[in-house]
């Protein structure tokens, strides 16, 4: 990267990928600058990260805390709420926005932001899963570039490098198979909310946990994938790894194969999109495969977890599909984590709504938006 300190806004700088990022930043000074950070509700920890990165400006989602944020953080800008994530989103200082907010929140912030000509890594999945068309059609038109933060997609990226897209046969996604990977279906109606929160390998937010106990975040993920990589849905697969030391494969035409691993660790990922195209020296634990030792693959049940099925189906459908499953189920999760719902409810909800909503074959922005509110509402009284 030469001399040249990359400028960068951090939206959900306190979550786990934010947190994972300024660690990266943290170990190469001389290469980042941080111009923007935004927290939902962390105030405390963002007061904290702002007086250590000396951010311009911050935006806090929470209107109580405002006040709070301002008076510790004299001389940076303060923002609140939704309006001013926008706006830090659209601000066009910076040369790379990390997207790391959760869900469907995390799709307005991305089209700002390319919209002012920044490029982005994106952790914030639903961004693509919503409004992948849209976006895509954006990035071209503004000629910027998206990095992929997710492990299983920056694993593809990293093996496409240097490959002809005409020798490729099919993108595989692997998954840990989460918490429930051997329990059996019939003692799905009786897991609780602790259970499905303890995942075996990684460490991460509550709405991502759970969809990685239903697998709906390997369905969502190769929504991701067929936006991000451009081929067809015949050509992603989903194979489950419990080890989750392969991030994800790519078959080429020949039959040769080739696999991205790593320990699971989102800091990798996180270095490599805003490192690119670079991979570089880092002192923290590396891969030992003697260590690892074995292992092991198997296929996925698609009738145990059903939201693999339903994303498949949505992306088949596509038009506005993708954003009524996405959007109902993260409001099906909330409620499950709520002790709202049983844990199989979550694919039946979002069956519903795939089914009751009124079907869009090409959705612009504003009828994404007004889906994602008829969605929540359906969701919400359902």
Known sequence: MGNMQKRLSILGSTGSIGVNALNVVRSYPENYKIMYMSAHSQGDLLIHQAKEFSPTAVAIGDPDQYETVKAALPGVEVLKGRTGLLELAARDDVDTMLNALVGSAGMEPTIRSIEAGVDIALSNKESLVMAGDFINTLLKKKNVKLYPVDSEHSAIWQCLVGENSDDIKRLVITGSGGPFRTTPASAFNEITVAQALKHPNWAMGRKITIDSATMMNKGLEVIEAYWLFDLPVEKIDIIVHPQSIIHSMVEFVDGSVKAQMGIPDMKIPIQYALSYPRHLPQDWEQLDLAKVATLTFEAPDL?????????????????????????????????????????????????????????????????????EKWTKAFIKRS
């Not at 979550?346 to 074959?361: F, G």
């Open 303 to 371: 009738k145990k977890f059903k939201c693999i099925q339903l994303a498949f189906d949505a992306l088949k459908q596509g038009g506005s599909m993708p954003v009524v499953l996405n959007v109902a189920n993260e409001e099906a999760v909330y409620r499950f984590l709520n002790g709202d719902i049983p844990f199989t409810a979550i694919p039946e909800l979002i069956t519903k709504a795939m089914n009751d909503h009124d079907y869009l074959e090409h959705p612009n922005l504003d009828d994404i938006l007004d889906l």
